[in-house]
């Protein structure tokens, strides 16, 4: 064989993997680079006019977000982060005006940064914004974002932030700094969807814009807030009391079966909070509790929730920002009644914990 | 900039590559060598430019040095370089060590300062040094400054070398014609692509399990059970190997992508049955060098065992100290030069022969792993604490502990190899058919200059004769399939000494 024969078929085959991939990616586009499914604008659509949606099956309420925020007409008074454990809490059922709930269901750190990065981006930097602290933020066995996509948002709000931690690539889902689609990690993902979409598992998220017609899946409100299933909402207390019992074989207790604070996790969000004070956004910071049950058994567990009530509380010092709630449902007087499920607290926890944080108005 | 990284690969190398091989392509050679010698600056710059004045004031120093020698041997002038050499290097290196040292030693509240160790600095120290001594033996042709900057800076080797000798590559540079070798591009890329999977499939797969339990066990947490730290141990064995191995496996292909050829520096060192073979086999360079420059005229094999035995346990102490300033290097190197005695006596001993042939092979394969990975834990852990914790827990001082749970899949381990390790956070099932894996291809595949028919002291290269489609084929879509995998750059093992 000819040397140039062999480069000949060296490269022939390194350009088929590279089409390969980028195809794969092009094709799925699971991180929705290309195509955001429609449904997610309509979704978006329906909610700025005040429309509530339902029978909401598998919805990625980043996307509704993403959609949501490109939309927004004024800018909003007050924003809550946090996770689906603050989904639930509707600031239009607590009568504050204004004011938006964009969390998101497993809210992460770069989930937070994310939605910030939109709104910035979006120049629809709110007033005062409200975040939700969750434990398993600062876990060092996650990556930054917990899902794929929405990179380029998220890093342009890093390079923001400054934080040199994040220089390493440890904390990058897949992606550094080349476009994501030609990411082995992107590829791969590309082809499960594929696989999932030839064997007709994928089904594209359905929704109703009359709440009323749907008896299954989820509601969201204008508000950005979430009504959970109804096989969710009628849950006995029995029911909730017991699968609070299993907590640490569930996704929530392993989730937060580590014992060391992950410091550059730290260093984003303090330095996240101190850019929110630089754009001039009146911060609060808030933790949910558990459920009485769940919260006892993670406590024996592991010492990270005390850790992060400790790093929240002198965040709070540091920066002169409110912090409420606890982690602990005594310290909240939230009772076990008041739960869906293990740490899902019901809009009556939420809004007593919030109470203080309401828009100034609501509280004259 | 390394190797495994899109600046590196997209930019710095293509460029490199138009601007060097179209300026030998148009007849420009000596043109091309000093557009190789200011890349290979940039390169080096690239990664930290104040330690560039260093570089080059080590280089222009050498030069001198060497030219006056090669004018008029003097042994005074010879051990002048050595000595600048080895003081540049103790400072960088040592210092910080040894005044940590002398503070526990007197038990004063002296507190040595933070030196940053400049990159290459450990390799090109070795690499100057051993023309000095060999201009001092033997004078010859005084090189040209161009040629000898070149020889000291090419940036394929300037980092974590091999450390390549002055005979073997500035008559190279000093021959090298306008003639573009398609043969040896074509084998260059396929061994660069072998050295970039070996590093991005392999080592960085491998890395997160060894980590998990080497970095708990530092931090002082629970010590690891007999199961978990074997696994993390071989998990270290076989990354270090396929991490270096890699590394040395792209600088040849890339030397060879510019027309030149760099000695090896592993031939199957996992296969080594007994560890004088592994020496042979492993960091050959390195080897040849401390055999060369500190054991032979040292005194070599003479004088009877004892002193041999006693050079070999200096020149290895010596060895460990090289890859660098903690007891930790000193002590793994101490335990090789202990095998080693251990082997020469052994090798005296009739016994040895009575065993067949196979069984003394097999043997003599599980032997030296087993104590290469022993003295591995001591290179590995960062603290001598941690060091003596995992050996207690291999022998099972701190119970046998649980196999990794999960189910044992396939796509599973593709997975993890596929996205090099990303997502790892814990010993799981992935990590048993990793180092299966791994243990298969070190003592199953020949070395990657086999694969590819490479060999440093053949000028007229030959393609690959046996499936050489396949091979171009394989190595192609493997090449791709590196650089999508790229979005997470790792530093190699070897660059820190």
């Not at chain 2, 941690?386 to 649980?402: Q, V």
Request: charge should be neutral; hydrophobic fraction near 50%.
């Amino acid at each position: 064989m000819t040397p140039l024969r062999y480069i000949a078929i060296f490269t022939a085959a390194a350009l088929t993997v590279v089409t390969i991939a980028f195809g794969a990616a092009f094709s799925a586009d699971p991180a929705h680079i290309f195509r955001m499914p429609e449904a997610y604008g309509q979704i978006a659509s329906l909610l700025q006019t005040g429309t509530p949606v339902g029978g909401l099956e598998s919805p990625r309420h980043r996307l509704i977000n993403r959609a949501f925020i490109a939309g927004l007409s004024q800018t909003p008074g007050t924003v809550i982060l946090g996770s689906s454990r603050i989904q639930p809490f509707s600031p239009a059922a607590a009568g504050w005006p204004e004011s938006l709930n964009l969390a998101v269901e497993g809210g992460d750190l770069g989930d937070h940064l994310y939605i910030y990065g939109l709104l910035r981006d979006a120049r629809r930097i709110p007033a005062r914004m409200i975040i939700v602290v969750d434990p398993y933020i600062f876990s060092p066995r996650r990556d930054l974002l917990s899902r794929n996509g929405e990179q380029a948002a998220l890093r342009r709000l890093v390079d923001v932030l400054g934080v040199n931690c994040l220089n390493g690539t440890d904390y990058w889902g897949s992606f550094a700094w080349v476009p994501e689609i030609l990411t082995l990690d992107y590829a791969i993902e590309s082809i499960l969807v594929l696989q999932s979409e030839l064997r007709g598992r994928d089904k594209p998220v359905r929704f109703a814009a009359d709440p009323r017609l749907t008896s299954t899946g989820f509601i969201k409100r204008p508000d950005g807030s979430v009504i959970f299933s109804r096989e969710i909402r009628e849950r006995s207390p029995t029911y909730v009391d017991d699968y609070a019992a299993t907590v640490l074989e569930h996704p929530v207790g392993r989730g937060l079966a580590f014992t060391e604070l992950d410091r550059c996790k730290v260093d984003v969000f303090s330095a996240l909070l101190s850019l929110l004070k630089n754009d001039g956004v009146a911060v609060t910071l808030a933790m949910l509790p558990y459920h009485p049950k769940a919260y006892e058994l993670l406590q024996s567990n592991s010492p990270v929730l005390d850790e992060v009530e400790v790093l929240v509380a002198d965040l709070g010092r540091e920066l002169s920002l409110p912090v409420l709630g606890a982690y602990d449902p005594a310290r909240t007087f939230c009772s076990s009644r008041e739960f869906l499920d293990m740490h899902h607290p019901k809009q009556s926890c939420s809004q007593r914990i919030l109470e203080s944080a309401a828009p100034q108005d609501v509280q004259d | 900039m390394l190797f495994n990284s899109y600046p590196f690969l997209l930019v710095f190398l293509p460029i490199a590559l138009l601007v060097v091989l179209s300026l030998r392509g148009l007849g420009r050679v000596s043109a091309s060598l000093y557009a190789l010698c200011i890349a290979s600056l940039i390169f080096y710059a690239a990664w930290d430019w104040r330690f560039l004045g260093l570089l080059i004031g080590s280089i222009c120093f050498n030069y001198l040095v060497v030219s006056a020698l090669a004018r008029r041997p003097s042994r005074a002038l010879m051990w002048f370089g050595i000595l600048v050499n080895v003081v540049l290097l103790g400072f960088f290196k040592y210092a910080t060590f040894l005044g940590q040292n002398f503070a526990a030693l007197t038990g004063s509240d002296f507190s040595a300062p933070t030196i940053v160790l400049p990159l290459a600095i450990s390799f090109f120290t070795l690499q100057q040094i051993s023309i000095l001594v060999d201009t001092a033996r033997e004078p010859g042709r005084q090189p040209k400054f161009r040629d000898y900057a070149l020889y000291v800076s090419f940036f394929p080797q300037l980092i974590a070398g091999p450390i390549v000798r002055h005979n073997e590559l500035l008559p190279q540079i000093r021959d090298l014609t306008s003639r573009l070798d398609l043969t040896a591009v074509a084998l260059g890329a396929t061994l660069f692509t072998i050295g970039l999977i070996k590093k991005i499939a392999l080592a960085d797969s491998l890395k997160p399990y060894a980590d998990f339990v080497f970095d708990t066990v530092d931090k002082g947490a629970a010590a690891p059970g007999f199961a978990e730290a074997w696994l993390a141990a071989f998990s270290y064995h076989l990354q270090i190997y396929f991490d270096f191995s890699g590394y040395s496996d792209m600088a040849i292909g890339l030397a060879l992508l510019f027309g030149f050829r760099l000695p090896l520096n592993f031939d199957s060192p996992y296969k080594a049955t007994n560890i004088i073979d592994f020496w042979r086999q492993w960091h050959l360079t390195l080897s040849r060098f401390l055999r060369d420059y500190l054991y032979i005229p040292l005194g070599g094999n003479r004088g009877g065992l004892p002193a041999q035995s006693a050079r070999i346990m200096l020149v290895m102490l010596i060895g460990g100290l090289w890859h660098g300033s903690s007891w930790n290097f000193v002590i793994w190197g101490g335990l090789h030069g202990l095998m080693i005695v251990v082997n020469h006596l052994w090798r005296r001993l009739p016994t040895q022969r009575r065993l067949p042939p196979l069984a003394s092979q097999t043997l003599g394969l599980v032997l030296t792993t087993l104590g290469v990975v022993l003295a591995w834990v001591f290179f590995r852990s960062a603290t001598l604490d941690g060091a003596l914790t995992m050996l207690a827990s291999m022998f099972g001082l701190h119970g046998l502990g649980e196999l990794p749970t999960g189910d044992l899949s396939l796509l599973g381990l593709a997975r993890t190899i596929a996205l090099g390790g990303v997502g790892v956070t814990a010993l799981d099932s992935n990590a048993l058919l990793l180092v299966a894996l791994g243990c298969m291809l070190v003592w199953f595949l020949p070395a990657s200059q086999r694969i590819v028919n490479y060999s440093p002291g053949v000028t007229d290269a030959t393609l690959p004769s046996r499936f050489p489609v396949a091979k171009a084929a394989l190595s192609g879509a493997a090449f791709s399939f590196a650089l999508l995998a790229l979005a997470r750059p790792s530093e190699f093992l070897y660059f820190q000494f």
